[in-house]
């Protein structure tokens, strides 16, 4: 299979890697400018760059470019470099292709359906959740998963890593706390939940008092949720949660 078909599919099933090219060499080299690796966080590889000190040079570069996200290009003298006889020089380029951010949004009403709408053109892959019976066919739902179930039972099914980006904006403060409680014990990016400042206010005073989070992992949270504006309709707050969620995204990968 031709390589940037399987980029293109490890990105649609979010796998992180990195793709080696060997751009330029001169000398002798084990193998030609055009060759192609791709490199995964445990090692495991994908083509060639020519095997040997180089190769497994590339992909311990390749693991620590896959942590900062930065495409760089570096030039290997491979005997001075590497103890490679070719005595050669070949120049690699990295390019880092990082999965998307996982944005839970629970709750698919007026404002979770219009920031799902939203943030799909913004690297983010979407699911929506939402308990009441039939609330998805009340509105477009392509390009995002839905799940139509508990909220806790729900969220026992998934997987929090430190790129998940939660919003919370169900129907019932009830539910609301409830989710943040559990939601802010597991690996997030970005957590957020909707209300007014006095709702705010009590359910900060519930966790505390009801030993649920502590002060540090209530400081963590975004509520009220999203950038500060005068927002009123819920195309407007959608629009004060995405920018947050922006925000927060091009943060950690500045």
Same mark, same amino acid.
């Given at each position: =299979?031709d390589?940037?078909?399987? !980029?293109?599919?490890?990105q649609?099933?979010n /796998?992180?890697?990195?793709?080696?090219?060997?751009t330029?060499?001169k000398?002798s080299?084990?193998?030609?400018a055009g060759?192609? =690796?791709?490199?995964?966080?445990?090692?495991?590889i994908?083509g060639?760059?020519?095997?040997g000190?180089?190769e497994?040079?590339?992909?311990?570069?390749?693991?620590?470019?896959?942590?900062?996200g930065?495409?760089?290009k570096?030039i290997?003298?491979?005997?001075?470099?590497?103890g490679m006889?070719?005595g050669?020089?070949?120049e690699v380029?990295?390019e880092?292709?990082?999965?998307s951010?996982?944005?839970y949004?629970?709750g698919?009403?007026h404002i979770?359906?219009?920031?799902?709408?939203?943030a799909?053109?913004?690297?983010?892959?979407?699911?929506?959740?939402?308990?009441?019976?039939g609330?998805?066919?009340?509105?477009?739902?392509?390009?995002?998963k839905?799940?139509c179930e508990n909220?806790e039972?729900?969220?026992?099914?998934i997987v929090?890593?430190?790129n998940?980006?939660?919003?919370?904006v169900?129907? /019932?403060?009830?539910?609301d706390?409830?989710?943040?409680? !559990?939601?802010?014990?597991?690996?997030?990016?970005y957590?957020g =939940?909707?209300?007014?400042k006095? /709702?705010?206010?009590?359910?900060?005073?519930r966790?505390?008092?009801n030993?649920?989070l502590?002060?540090?992992?209530?400081?963590?949270?975004?509520?009220?949720?999203?950038?500060?504006?005068?927002?009123?309709?819920?195309e407007e707050i959608?629009i004060?949660?995405?920018?947050?969620?922006?925000?927060?995204k091009?943060?950690l990968?500045?």
């Amino acid at each position: =299979m031709d390589i940037y078909n399987q !980029i293109s599919e490890l990105q649609q099933s979010n /796998k992180e890697c990195v793709l080696c090219i060997i751009t330029d060499t001169k000398g002798s080299a084990p193998r030609k400018a055009g060759s192609k =690796m791709i490199v995964f966080p445990d090692r495991k590889i994908i083509g060639t760059i020519g095997g040997g000190s180089i190769e497994f040079q590339a992909i311990t570069e390749a693991i620590e470019i896959l942590k900062t996200g930065t495409p760089i290009k570096k030039i290997y003298k491979l005997e001075e470099d590497l103890g490679m006889h070719c005595g050669g020089t070949v120049e690699v380029y990295f390019e880092p292709i990082k999965s998307s951010s996982e944005l839970y949004i629970f709750g698919a009403g007026h404002i979770g359906r219009v920031l799902a709408k939203y943030a799909r053109d913004f690297g983010f892959r979407i699911t929506l959740f939402d308990e009441r019976e039939g609330i998805f066919d009340e509105f477009d739902t392509s390009g995002c998963k839905t799940i139509c179930e508990n909220y806790e039972t729900a969220i026992g099914k998934i997987v929090f890593t430190e790129n998940t980006y939660s919003v919370i904006v169900t129907p /019932k403060h009830e539910y609301d706390e409830k989710i943040v409680g !559990i939601c802010a014990k597991k690996p997030f990016a970005y957590l957020g =939940m909707i209300g007014s400042k006095r /709702k705010v206010a009590e359910v900060k005073t519930r966790l505390l008092a009801n030993n649920i989070l502590d002060q540090q992992e209530i400081d963590r949270i975004d509520m009220p949720i999203g950038i500060k504006f005068n927002a009123e309709t819920p195309e407007e707050i959608a629009i004060s949660i995405l920018a947050k969620l922006i925000d927060v995204k091009n943060s950690l990968n500045s």
